[in-house]
Each structure stands twice: as structure tokens, then as C-alpha cells.
């Protein structure tokens, strides 16, 4: 339906005016300054909600019947915007005479290794997404490659990867951080099971201001919801990674619309 709304505009209103509305919105995208995730939680839509979880799939049915579209947690996009710069740098990171397991944190339906395939599809990967229960069952179920896996946490996919005797490449965090509740958690439990690298990829961050709670509002096109999320200085969340000895190897501009205070960044991190 939203996608159909969509559409319809595209006919009726001028392609610069729609690019000025779009804009005009993804800039105040990101609202108000909260204390905590419990004080928004009645203003937002949750993760893992039916209506998140019917998008999600519904995008990916169009998508995979459509090879000149792609799906990105609910959404249809006819660009990828692909970073080849962040590309060359996963490409490093990776054996062509070896298994290479992924760990792709916040990963839905493993987004990032599907339209990144002609890229890094003759690696053998391994492609471990963690999510919610219920975007993992969606995933099982819908998702045909053997390489890729779900789960819900760390210590399960942990386990796994001691069982199959995998080494981990990296830890991918794709636009993901700002929805973690307990990332600092995650980060010292990363640190604990011994993962090198960490690659965030298309991080929202504030450039001066404080660290803070908000509600990221989505436009009504592509279903009007509102997330509550944690935006972090983009200096603080640097420092956060040197806690747990992970310092910052490079930072590259990355794909998404400016907003107020704040801006796109993608990071790669190596522990010392």
C-alpha cells in the first residue's frame, strides 16, 4: 500500500520538489532529547512488531521478484548506494582460501551480504545475522542460503562458531547501533569472545552535541513509524570502543541524508 502511495506521487508531484520534501523531513528526522529507551518506548513502534515484521517480509517478496530492486529493513529501493570505498575495505579483511565468518549484528534479513553479493560472493562466507526472535524464525524460513544463519544473541551464535571451529573476520554493525539497548554490553562481550575488527557501517552520529535519546521519525511513504533510538557524539562512541581496547583504523563518509546536528559516518575498528 505505501509503496503504491509512493509511486503515485512520484507521477503527480515534480521529482525536485519530492527531493526537497524528502530531505526537508530526513533532516528533522530525529526528535526530542530523552533520558532513557523506557521514557520514549510510548511514543514508538517496536523492532520486533507485527506490522515491522509483515514490512520486512512484504519487501522482500517484491524484491526478490524483482532482480532491478532491492529491500532494506522494509523499505524498496531501486539504488543500492553501494560504498565501494568501505567494500575494498571489507575485501581486505578476507580469504579467498578460507571460510570467513561474519558476524553482522542488528542484521535483519541479512541485508547487507545480499546486496553486496556480486561483491563478496566468491569468499566463502559464512553470514551470521543476530536479531530478534522473530525476524530470525522470518529469516530461517525465507532466507535459501545454506551460508547464512540466525540467531537471536551472541552466546548462541558463539557457540556455533566454536562448533563449526570458526574464525571471526569481523563484526559488521549496519545502522544498527543506535536501536541496542545494552550495546556497551554487546561491545565488552565482542571484546570477551575475542573479535578483532568491527566495522560500523552507515552510523547516524552528532557531530558536537551530547550523546542522546530520540524518537527517528519515518515518513508516511514508507509507513510512518517512529523508533526510538540512542544518538551518540560521534567522538563519544569512539571512545566507547576504546574502553574495550578497539581503536579506530578509519572513518569514511557514508550514504544517508544529513540531519539536524548530525550526520552519516561509517567506522572500522581493530583491537590492540
Not at 505505501?2 to 520534501?21: A, C, D, E, S, T
Not at 514490512?55 to 526478490?64: D, G, L, M, P, W
Amino acid at each position: 500500500m505505501m509503496n503504491n502511495i509512493k509511486n503515485i506521487l512520484k507521477v503527480i508531484i515534480p521529482q525536485k520538489l519530492i527531493r526537497f520534501i524528502s530531505n526537508k523531513f530526513q533532516y528533522n528526522s530525529f526528535k526530542g532529547n530523552f533520558k532513557n529507551f523506557d521514557e520514549i518506548n510510548y511514543y514508538t513502534t517496536n523492532y520486533d512488531s507485527n506490522k515491522i515484521i509483515k514490512k520486512v517480509h512484504n519487501a522482500f517478496e517484491i524484491s526478490n521478484r524483482n532482480t532491478n530492486l532491492i529491500d532494506r529493513d522494509g523499505e524498496i529501493l531501486k539504488t543500492k548506494n553501494q560504498n565501494f570505498e568501505m567494500l575494498t575495505e571489507i575485501i581486505n579483511f578476507l580469504d579467498k582460501s578460507k571460510k570467513n565468518c561474519v558476524i553482522d549484528y542488528g542484521g535483519s534479513l541479512a541485508n547487507f551480504i545480499r546486496n553486496n553479493i556480486n561483491y563478496l560472493g566468491k569468499y566463502n562466507l559464512v553470514w551470521i545475522v543476530i536479531d530478534n526472535k522473530k525476524i530470525c524464525l522470518l529469516g530461517k524460513k525465507i532466507i535459501k542460503n545454506n551460508n547464512i544463519y540466525f540467531f537471536e544473541d551472541l552466546d548462541n551464535a558463539n557457540k556455533f562458531i566454536l562448533a563449526k571451529d570458526l574464525k571471526v573476520k569481523f563484526c559488521l554493525f549496519g545502522s544498527s547501533i543506535q536501536y541496542i539497548r545494552n550495546f556497551e554490553k554487546i561491545l565488552k562481550k565482542l571484546s570477551f569472545l575475542k573479535v578483532q575488527n568491527i566495522i560500523v557501517e552507515r552510523q547516524p552520529v552528532l557531530k558536537s552535541k551530547d550523546t542522546k535519546y530520540a524518537i527517528q521519525k519515518v515518513p508516511f511513504w514508507v509507513g510512518g513509524y517512529s523508533y526510538a533510538v540512542k544518538l551518540y557524539n560521534s567522538q563519544k562512541l569512539v571512545n566507547l570502543f576504546m574502553k574495550y581496547n578497539f581503536f579506530l583504523n578509519k572513518k569514511i563518509n557514508s550514504f544517508g541524508n544529513q540531519f539536524k546536528d548530525g550526520e552519516y559516518k561509517s567506522y572500522i575498528f581493530k583491537k590492540r
